[in-house]
């Protein structure tokens, strides 16, 4: 193989049209066996510069040039070479053409040239590329040719990748007033389900930073949102569902949008994703209801008090086999407290059987969940004792925090929550005993002590209360 590889690279640099495409469908055949190997030899021999003459041909040759430059372009470090050789500008010509395989291939090429560039994805929108796109779009989308639908999936994808670069998606905003901005809103209520894909997840890409957020709540893109999720409740497509829902999850990251989205609905909306089994969408619905909530007490209090909510919850606390829709579900149950203080919420996820799992998110890997757990459980235990008191128990809370403040790694708001925790838990004759038994004024003694000045001050306090209660 390597020396039919050789010879047609060699063949190549000197062939008359007739031959090339022999010689293209050699390096293809090659590149299917060994890519990296075959892109570095077509890298030596200087191939890339002979390709905007192929491309620029429009023959038979054409596609096979396109489809070895989408190959090689899936290696990393032939995306630079494949810019530096020219080859930008002529597939973006291509992208006028009629012919569905050079399409199709000119497509992927682009694609993978820019994958993770922002400098390429920036020369791509300069060079014209999105105007192509958007005509290929207007083009395709009322076809149900197989052809067509394939290249409409391809343009706009590699429309919604574009946007992955900061630079390019900020160049398309344009402030919120760009046409491309603009064409890209459209394709939400279409009856497409490619095009409500693509435009969800362009809203999802604008919606990467505080300016662009407050801009589009404010010229009511989130009820376009609502009205793509609630065509997708029965029966839905999912991935349109997760796109939407990552839209609205960025869209909510601002706090002055939060109580317009709460007002719009989008939290009713949301929920009727509940009953989901679809772990990807499972996962975008906690992550949206999580920043909604964030700082809102009146919605906080409201969702947490919904009982199919925190049943739905503690069941995807369990969720061992996906831990990213684990992990929400526990974020959620603690951020429900956290931000509406409120005893209502706090019975009703004692009742949901979730004090157990916010217990145990207290010795996650991950800190901050710890810190939100803790936090969590100091109010449990500070608004409803009496009632969280056997689960407390059940959970073995009392060695959790034990273990939290011996180990030397914990982080100063760890071992600072977990005194504040203890001292909270003391007026429960089970749990006091508890603590008595395990020894914590040693433990809390010796961090009186410690470099941090907040955990050394709030150890002599707990010291304190541990003396006067013994």
Known sequence: MADNLSEALKTLKLSSADSVEGCLDCLLKALAQNNVETSGKIQEMGVLAMMP?????????????????????????????????????????????????????????????????????????????VECLLEVVAQTVDSDRDEDVAQLKTSSDLMVLLLLGDESMQKLFEGGKGSVFQRVLSWVPSNNHQLQLAGALAIANFARNDENCIHMVDTGIVQKLLELLDRHVEEGNVTVQHAALSALRNLAIPVVNKSKMLLAGVSDIVLKFLKSEMPPVQFKLLGTLRMLIDTQADAAEQLGTNTKLVERLVEWCEAKDHAGVMGESNRLLSALIRHSKSKNVVRTVIQGGGVKHLVTMATSEHMIMQNEALVALGLIAALDLECAEKDFVGADLVQVLHRLLTEEHSAPEIKYNSMILICSVMGSEPLHKEVQSLAFIDVVSSLRSHENKTVAHQASLTEQRLTAQS
């Open 53 to 129: 003459a192929l491309l620029s041909a429009q023959n038979s040759c054409t596609p096979k040039a396109a489809n070895i430059i989408a190959e090689v372009a899936k290696n990393e470090f032939m995306r630079s070479p494949c810019v530096e050789a020219g080859l930008i500008p002529p597939l973006v010509q291509l992208l006028n053409c009629k012919d569905q395989e050079i399409l199709l291939q000119t497509g992927r090429a682009l694609g993978n040239i820019c994958y993770d560039s922002h400098v390429i994805k920036l020369q791509l929108v300069d060079a014209g590329l």
